[in-house]
């Protein structure tokens, strides 16, 4: 099963790496992974989609815990939780009912072009795993060459009415 | 604070003239002495000049010892760690120092020693341009230490010093690396006062929840066929006597593994001998049909479960570590207790002492039928082998060991069968008396680790049994133990072999024997008196106990080569990937 694990680390070289190399030594699988700036700039928070049973999780989530620069897992997953990934896929397009086939695919999923020339079209996608692949599906046969995706970012949810709005709209 | 840190900071104060803002090295040795450490191993090169230069001036305050080759400073550390629960402290330089440290290093961690390795490094300028000696040491070691530091500013020293041995020693100890570049060691900083430093990421290990222990003691009382497995822990936390007064009242059997020798006596009725591959018939088997195994300080190594999915199958499992990874990493127990294991056994005992006369007998009363399986499987499979009258049995050699120095040596092995022997057949009493490689597997370990040990423990006798092969990895170190006179009895278990490969290959591959011929050897006897210790041999079996009893009795640094019997096999046996049922027992 797919989890996402939240891990705030500190700020400091090599920390990183020393995830990193946790989930390669022991090997555990990194689907995606994203690092940036927590609350605090001091901390980082790595956010790490991984594969498992619930022993391989929690095996995961406690050697990271072990790591000296560690302060807090999470796996997210086992919370009400919003999860974001962002894609910018390059697209052929540059006949015009290519054009307009992109442009509602941009429409109805919320995307957006961020840029054009005679041959290409550079949309870019944001939301949860499923809509970022299902897009790019939609795309795919009108021409998809380049595809760079974030991997996923993840917060707990503070109530859950919002994104079932967002997800209504999207479906 | 200390007399000799408070000069410091007079001199500061009084005299805020920049030279006698200290240096990186100086800070680093106020440090050490604050920690208490007067006793460091290492080897001297380019990237620590600076820090000998200090440790040169500091030298009635840290003895320092000058190894023959930095493995052999990082196994002395172990050894002297291992034998007293201090933290050992090495020093080598950059590049090759620290990468010949790294076997040392993966070896503490495996076996949960404390240790701080402080390797030189080039200076911050001409880190990641492949400079002379350079080596990338936090990365190399990052994977086999608690954690590592690459100290980039002078005034961070004292505080990194400071967690790196509370690291070390704290939860489940293990090795912490400092790396310090070469201009950082040089460089004036502020100096911060060693009772000031703070460390924010420290942890405290959370006591065992009472609930929890209430359980596993109910679990534990109500069982009809209990078994302790009981490793490396017992000893980590000094719970021997705990255990003993625990096992003893319940009337408990004890399997300990390799790391646990000695945490729980081996020569007491209740210990079962050695669990494992190489373990005892009926400790294996009481695993096998046991209905509750409560493991204390142990983390389920595959050397002692052999397959997983069948390992102990009747059983639930309580599990006490205070390493929360290791609890559910290779089993999945029914009871889980995460904290120290002398807390955990202390209140099973108090509990238990609460509980009544009644229930313990009634509990007691009922694992008479276990233990009479028990005592059946000990007296249909005691640890044997066949005597010889032209050639000395190896696990004679250790029995006569046994007998000569009265089981109270503390005996350092290196890995392989020599190793097995001695965990079979020298039975260890007291915690810390057997220091042996038992995760990473070293050859090599047994002969520094000795050295180490008899330097804490002037007054004991530190005997290292090592094979052919093993000796002749680190024997240099001989000479670290003339020039500081450290008198350890080195006993090798010559049979021209690389005995435990051998094995394997008789047993497993169709007696191919691949590459595990090593007679060509040097003359050890030779060997030694060229070192400058004294060199004894054995080769007929009348001559074994003389010979031993003379090596032992030399009063300075002996070898005693002992020519054993070259196609002797470890028994009994489970083969890797199998279980207990799966014993091989004897040819």
């Known amino acids: ?171 | 604070m200390l007399a000799a840190e408070q000069q410091i900071l007079k001199t500061i104060e009084t005299q805020p003239h920049r030279d006698l803002i200290p240096t990186g090295a100086e800070m680093l040795i106020e440090a050490l002495v604050f920690e208490g450490v007067d006793t460091i191993f290492g080897y001297p090169g380019g990237a620590v000049l600076h820090i000998y230069d200090e440790l040169w001036r500091a030298r009635d305050r840290i003895t320092h010892y000058l190894v023959r080759h930095e493995q052999g400073a990082v196994h002395m550390a172990e050894g002297y760690a291992r034998s007293t629960g201090r933290v050992g402290v090495v020093l080598v330089t950059s590049g090759p120092g620290a990468t010949n440290a790294v076997t040392g290093i993966a070896n503490a961690y495996m076996d949960s020693t404390p240790i701080v390795v402080i390797t030189g490094q080039v200076p911050k300028h001409l880190i990641g341009t492949d400079a002379f000696q350079e080596v990338d040491t936090v990365g190399i070691t990052r994977p086999c230490v608690k954690h590592n530091y690459l100290v980039r500013e002078a005034g961070d020293l004292p505080a990194v010093v400071r967690e790196a041995f509370h690291l070390a020693r704290s939860g489940r100890p293990g090795p912490v690396v400092i790396d310090i570049p070469k201009d950082v060691s040089a460089a004036r900083a502020n100096y911060s006062r060693l009772d000031h430093v703070s460390f924010p990421f420290s942890s405290s290990n959370a006591p065992v929840e009472r609930g929890a222990a209430t359980r596993a003691l109910n679990a534990i009382l109500s069982s009809k066929r209990p078994v302790l497995y009981v490793g490396g822990g017992i000893a980590n936390s000094g719970a021997d006597e705990v255990l003993r007064s625990f096992a003893e009242n319940l009337h408990l059997p004890v399997a300990p593994t390799l790391m646990g020798l000695g945490g729980f006596p081996s020569s007491h009725p209740l210990c079962l001998g050695m669990l494992g591959m190489h373990g005892t018939y009926a400790a294996n088997m009481a695993v096998a049909e046991s209905d509750l195994l409560v493991a204390l300080g142990v983390r389920f190594d595959d050397r002692v479960t052999g397959k997983l999915a069948t390992f102990a199958p009747q059983a639930s499992v309580i599990h006490v570590d205070i390493d929360p990874a290791n609890i559910g990493k290779n089993v999945a127990p029914a009871l889980a207790l995460t904290g120290d294991v002398k807390q955990a056994l202390a209140q099973f005992l108090s509990l238990a002492e609460d509980c009544g006369h009644e229930r313990l007998r009634q509990s007691i009363d009922g694992r008479e039928a276990w233990w009479n399986q028990i005592r059946s499987w000990q007296r249909s499979q005691p640890l044997r082998f066949d005597g010889s009258q032209n050639q000395i049995k190896p696990q004679s050699v250790i029995r006569e060991l046994h007998r000569l120095t009265k089981g109270e040596a503390i005996v350092a092995t290196d890995v392989g069968q020599h190793q097995m022997w001695v965990a079979q057949f020298y039975p260890f009493t007291k915690t810390r008396q057997l220091i042996t490689s038992g995760g990473l597997g070293t050859m090599g370990f047994g002969l520094p680790a000795a050295v180490g040990a008899q330097l804490a423990l002037p007054d004991q006798l530190v005997v290292a049994v090592v094979g052919d092969g093993g000796f002749q990895m680190t024997n240099q170190e001989l000479a670290t133990a003339v020039q500081y006179e450290l008198p350890v009895k080195i006993l090798i278990m010559n049979n021209g072999y690389l005995g435990m490969v051998r094995q394997w290959q008789e047993m497993f591959y169709d007696r191919t024997y691949s590459e595990v011929d090593i007679s060509v050897a040097p003359d050890f006897v030779k060997l030694a008196e060229a070192y400058g210790a004294r060199g004894f041999r054995a080769e007929r079996p009348e001559e074994l106990y003389d010979v031993l009893e003379a090596g032992l009795n030399h009063k300075g640094v002996a070898v005693i080569d002992v020519v054993v019997s070259k196609e002797e096999n470890v028994f009994p046996i489970v083969p890797a990937g199998a279980n207990a049922r799966d014993m091989i027992v004897q040819d």
């Open chain 1, 1 to 171: 099963m797919r989890h996402t694990l939240s891990i705030i680390v500190a700020d400091q070289p090599g920390e990183l790496s020393r995830i990193v190399g946790l989930f390669s030594a022991r090997g555990f699988n990194i689907e995606t992974l994203s690092v940036g700036e927590s609350l605090d700039p001091r901390w980082s928070r790595v956010t790490i989609v991984t594969r498992g049973d619930e022993r391989t999780i929690q095996q995961i989530v406690k050697q990271c815990e072990r790591l000296a620069r560690v302060r807090e897992v999470q796996d997210v997953t086992t919370r009400p939780h919003i999860e974001r990934e962002m894609a910018l896929i390059t697209v052929s397009a540059s006949a015009g009912a290519e054009r307009q086939e992109v442009l509602s695919l941009v429409s109805v999923f919320r995307a957006k072009v961020v840029d054009i020339s005679h041959t290409q079209m550079i949309v870019e996608a944001s939301g949860n795993k499923e809509k970022v692949d299902t897009f790019i599906e939609l795309l795919r046969p009108i021409g998809v060459t380049d595809i760079t995706r974030t991997g996923h970012i993840a917060i707990n949810r503070l109530s859950a009415s919002v994104e079932q709005h967002e997800e209504r709209m999207v479906s």
